[in-house]
């Protein structure tokens, strides 16, 4: 083996090599090395073997291989690494270990040393040497090296230079590597890159890697990861990347992992975290992904949660995204959730709530949403709801209010919405609006609505309410309404039912 240097020739045994170095570097083994000419450092190194190279390396210790790195140069390092071929720096790196690698990167990171020679390298050369030594590997080397020094190198590698070598990695190492090293170390590590840099890195790696590397990381590893970062930074950095990057980023992990990931973010969370990308931006987001994944991801999250979220937000956030979203939208999404989970929702939220959102709504609003949804689905989330919980409902809305949603609706769906949900229930509801509200209602939609509504009923659906309703209420609901409406009333109704109903 020749290894030219200064006045030392001749074949030497790796004994001899490893004198040679300890007693003349640096600078004389590293002038060797350069004066040598790449070709023959790189030779010379595969003859002695990536083991005994490593060996070599070790006994030298850090210090004095950071040295002599320092003496090839940057180009002259890259062009050695690349001389010897990648199999063989993933073979040297391996035998050296992680730990003497990490000081190793630490010394020559003490300036611009380290940074200039990976980006000499390139990302492609480096995220191949990364897979070559594997993920176990790689959390060894960073671990030490720490979050701050990672996130001020990586920063200074530039976002395209980062996004070439997370994609040359590829999304396993990648998530293997980061959860090794755990949420609190990728999170800090995040906020040292800066939230300006991470913003550029995601939209160059695009929402199919991202969303893929939060797949592979896991929820509890995402989760952890988000909470750590803070409202602030995950709500400048979703806002930053846009209503399309993080739509895709969703879309890709799907309702299941993303309503489980806000079940770990939690109500206050996810509350303060919509708040702060503000309500248009929430639209436009759950717009783009669709009613049928909006609905998909509430159930996934559970009523407690949904509830939870709505609560903090309040009832005015509430009924501007359901405006924003706009009425078909509602219906698709709340004919997804069904009228069962709806109902219950509308429960845990609570009854003032629930009022609120209603009156945000306006009664125009809540009429074309209960029309489109039909009468058959609003009697299953009245009968879920109750009949308790309707009636106040009711109540708490106002007279005006329901006025103007009953006549919007019209007799046809109010009598389509009664005969279903059937008299005793109808009964009870009467019993809890009382004689005054109803009669109030009554005198608000007037005698011509009435009638048809009772005729549309039919006579018998009628005779059963009123026998249910029984005799002291009828007659205060009629002492309410006044004679002359009452007879009014009568006159609009056929000759052929009153006479029905009365018998």
């Not at 070790?58 to 790195?69: K, N």
């Not at 492609?124 to 590997?137: H, I, N, S, T």
């Not at 709505?310 to 709340?334: D, E, S």
Request: hydrophobic residues 45%; charged residues 15%.
């Amino acid at each position: 083996m020749n290894l030219p240097c200064c006045g030392c020739s001749g074949e030497q045994s790796p004994s001899e090599v490893e004198v040679f170095f300890a007693t003349n570097v640096p600078p004389m083994g590293a002038k060797a090395l350069r004066g040598a000419g790449d070709s023959i450092s790189a030779s010379t190194m595969r003859e002695l073997g990536a083991a005994s190279c490593a060996q070599l390396f070790q006994r030298l210790g850090p210090g004095i291989v950071a040295d002599t790195f320092r003496e090839i140069t940057t180009g002259g390092c890259s062009s050695l690494f690349r001389e010897l071929g990648l199999d063989f720096v993933v073979q040297l790196f391996a035998a050296l270990g992680p730990g003497f690698c990490s000081d190793l990167f630490r010394r020559l990171g003490q300036d611009s040393f380290l940074k200039d020679l990976l980006a000499a390298l390139g990302p492609e050369f480096v995220g191949d040497l990364m897979v070559g030594v594997g993920e176990e590997f790689c959390a060894g080397l960073f671990r030490p090296l720490g979050s701050r020094f990672c996130g001020d190198l990586f920063a200074g590698l530039g976002d395209v230079y980062m996004s070439k070598l997370f994609r040359a990695m590829g999304c396993e190492l990648c998530a293997g590597v980061f959860c090794r090293l755990g949420s609190m170390w990728t999170a800090d590590t995040h906020e040292a890159m800066s939230c300006a840099f991470c913003i550029l890195l995601y939209r160059d790696l695009g929402y199919p890697f991202t969303a893929h590397l939060f797949y592979l990381c896991g929820q509890a590893f995402t989760c952890d990861v988000h909470l750590l970062f803070g409202v602030g930074f995950t709500a400048e950095l979703y806002s930053e990347l846009g209503v399309e990057c993080v739509r895709g980023i969703f879309s890709h992990l799907g309702t299941n992992f993303s309503g489980r990931l806000f079940q770990g973010l939690g109500g206050e969370f996810i509350s303060e975290l919509f708040g702060k990308l503000g309500i248009q931006f929430c639209a436009e987001l759950f717009g783009s992904l669709g009613s049928l994944w909006l609905s998909e991801l509430f159930m996934e999250m559970g009523i407690l949660l949904s509830a939870d979220l709505f609560q903090r937000r309040g009832a005015n956030w509430v009924a501007n995204l359901h405006t924003k979203l706009g009425c078909p939208y509602c219906v698709g999404l709340y004919g997804a959730f069904g009228p069962e989970f709806a109902a219950r929702l509308l429960q845990t939220c609570g009854l003032q709530l629930t009022r609120d959102v209603h009156l945000e709504f306006g009664s125009s609003f809540t009429a074309e949403l209960y029309a489109h949804l039909g009468a058959k689905y609003v009697r299953g989330l009245f009968a879920y709801l109750g009949s308790g919980f309707a009636g106040r409902l009711i109540v708490q809305l106002g007279l005006t209010f329901a006025f103007e949603l009953f006549a919007l609706l019209g007799p046809g769906f109010c009598s389509d919405l009664f005969q279903s949900l059937g008299h005793c229930y109808v009964n009870e509801l009467f019993g809890v609006l009382g004689c005054k509200f109803a009669g109030g209602l009554f005198l608000e939609l007037g005698h011509d609505f009435v009638a048809r509504l009772f005729s549309a009923l039919g006579v018998r659906y009628c005779a059963r309410l009123f026998v249910e309703l029984g005799e002291p209420f009828l007659a205060d609901l009629l002492l309410f309404v006044g004679p002359q409406w009452g007879a009014k009333l009568f006159q609009g109704l056929q000759e052929y039912f009153t006479g029905k109903l009365f018998k």
